[in-house]
């Protein structure tokens, strides 16, 4: 059998500076003030979980936060209105947005101020876009080829993207986009981390017989390099943990490829390698 590991694995930058700051606030205020978090700090239980036995609670409502605790928000962005109400109401908040969807933020209220109507490629219920879209007033959230079927768009429009969406399936949106609109501005907001693993996991997935995504199912980078992969390689397996490989879907003479999500912790990938490495020495 032979392994091949992307060399874009484990957490990307955004990820690693939400969790190591985290961390850092738990050791901080450790015996002397509590540590909240506000939904899941990113897309990876593995991780949510580690945190939570640090001491880091999970609450899915600022009406749960005792005073006098520190309320940490997750690296995906946060609603406007969630803002409003820490503001309000006076709460310490560590804010672990991450700079790229920041970045997001301030180009989409930009276009907005320049008269665009902004079209975002995303997942609608997703929290980077709930958080995106909070700040906007026109706008548009589609999912799927389909979801431009008998769209108007005239006048000024501009396409941005869910900074993990894929690159692949973003330029047939802009296809469509130019035949309704041959005006319509287009800005690639795709993370360059996520660019890096999309561009490498298509090679891969070309070049080995097999391909393992590692990542958890909640993750949406995540799951576009899955289907990126399967696109070009049908043997390809999802997996969140080692515990999951099927000793029948791999065989010893296997040339087998693993890359991972960007909030899947370079351990798990590690543990993916070892748990190959032990069913099939055997």
Request: glycine content about 4%; overall charge positive; hydrophobic content about 35%.
């Amino acid at each position: 059998m032979k392994i091949t590991l992307a060399k874009h694995t484990g957490f990307c930058f955004g990820v690693k500076r939400a969790i190591e700051k985290a961390y850092q606030s738990l050791r901080l205020y450790k015996g002397k003030k509590k540590v909240y978090m506000l939904g899941e700090i990113v897309h990876n239980e593995e991780v949510v979980e580690k945190l939570k036995r640090k001491g880091l609670i999970s609450i899915s409502s600022l009406k749960a936060l005792p005073p006098k605790s520190l309320l940490i928000l997750k690296a995906h962005g946060t609603e406007k209105n969630i803002y409003q109400k820490i503001k309000k109401k006076n709460i310490k908040s560590l804010d672990l947005t991450c700079p790229q969807v920041l970045k997001i933020h301030r180009k989409a209220l930009s276009l907005q101020k320049e008269g665009y109507r902004i079209i975002i490629f995303g997942d609608k219920n997703h929290a980077e876009i709930k958080a995106l879209t909070s700040y906007l007033k026109n706008f548009i959230v589609i999912e799927k080829k389909r979801d431009l079927k008998n769209k108007e768009l005239s006048g000024k429009i501009a396409l941005l993207l869910q900074s993990t969406q894929s690159l692949e399936e973003s330029l047939e949106i802009l296809k469509i986009l130019k035949k309704i609109n041959p005006r319509t501005l287009f800005i690639n907001t795709i993370c360059p981390d996520t660019q890096l693993r999309q561009k490498e996991v298509i090679e891969l997935s070309k070049n080995n017989d097999k391909v393992i995504v590692a990542g958890s199912k909640k993750s949406a980078n995540t799951k576009r390099l899955y289907r990126l992969s399967k696109k070009y390689n049908k043997k390809t397996y999802w997996l969140n943990r080692p515990e999951s490989i099927k000793k029948n879907n791999f065989e010893k003479k296997d040339r087998i490829a693993i890359i991972s999500g960007a909030s899947t912790p370079q351990e798990t990938v590690e543990n993916i390698i070892k748990r190959l490495k032990k069913l099939y020495s055997e």
